[in-house]
């Protein structure tokens, strides 16, 4: 059965439009138990404001077919965006500036109509290969995360475009296994910290579209 959701995505419905948030019981949602104690909870006021945040981006996209949860302190793709979800066609989808570290598999089933995923500014290292299956996929940015390895569903996007994966942790790169796109066009891997040995395979990688990489600078000892 799938949960009923209030106004603030949780379980809870209100009371009666009171208010206030206290139960019926007056115990404001404490445990019986606690109560008789005179025991106290607090909730964070920047939790609520959060779930208020990601439930009025969810309905402006459902108007403008746009999903924009960026800055939402968000550390995973909540099961209720899903549920919101699930009757608009989304075409772009925007999780950047939160403290997500993987994207789970369902994610490329719920959203496969995107066209543009923004996932900068996180904490990922490694995305699902479930990815390759957004067809309709042209631009996606995983800058400022912290890959080590550059994802080789990257290359297996079909209408992939643009690339965005600067500003990792990427070292090295086997530049045999850099799939040729025939949509492709950019891959941005400036600001990673390549060896001169993976720099230079990667200035002389026969491959049909641009590799943006930064001057290497040889480090001080």
């Not at 099961?79 to 598999?105: F, G, Q, W």
């Not at 912290?146 to 569903?153: D, E, G, H, N």
């Not at 230079?200 to 990688?205: G, P, V, Y």
């Amino acid at each position: 059965m799938r949960p009923k959701f209030g106004n603030d995505i949780t379980n809870r419905s209100n009371n009666n439009n009171r208010e206030d948030d206290e139960d019926d019981d007056g115990t404001n949602g404490i445990p019986p138990h606690i109560a008789r104690i005179g025991g106290t909870i607090t909730v964070p006021k920047i939790a609520g404001r959060g779930v208020i945040r990601v439930v009025g981006r969810c309905e402006d996209a459902k108007e403008n077919n746009m999903l924009d949860l960026s800055e939402c302190e968000l550390m995973q793709v909540p099961d209720a965006v899903y549920h919101l979800m699930r009757n608009t066609e989304l075409k772009t989808c925007d999780l950047s500036s939160n403290v997500i570290k993987k994207i789970p598999p369902k994610f490329a089933i719920k959203f496969n109509f995107i066209t543009d995923l923004n996932l900068s500014h996180n904490q990922m290292s490694k995305l699902p290969t479930e990815l390759a299956d957004i067809g309709c996929l042209e631009v996606l940015d995983i800058s400022y995360n912290s890959f080590i390895a550059l994802p080789q569903v990257c290359f297996k996007i079909p209408k992939l475009r643009i690339l965005k994966a600067n500003n990792n942790a990427i070292i090295e790169i086997d530049t045999e296994e850099m799939v040729a796109s025939d949509k492709l066009e950019l891959v941005d891997l400036r600001h990673n910290p390549f060896t001169r040995v993976t720099q230079r395979k990667l200035l002389k990688a026969e491959v049909p579209y641009k590799i943006e990489l930064s001057e290497f600078v040889e480090e001080d000892w």
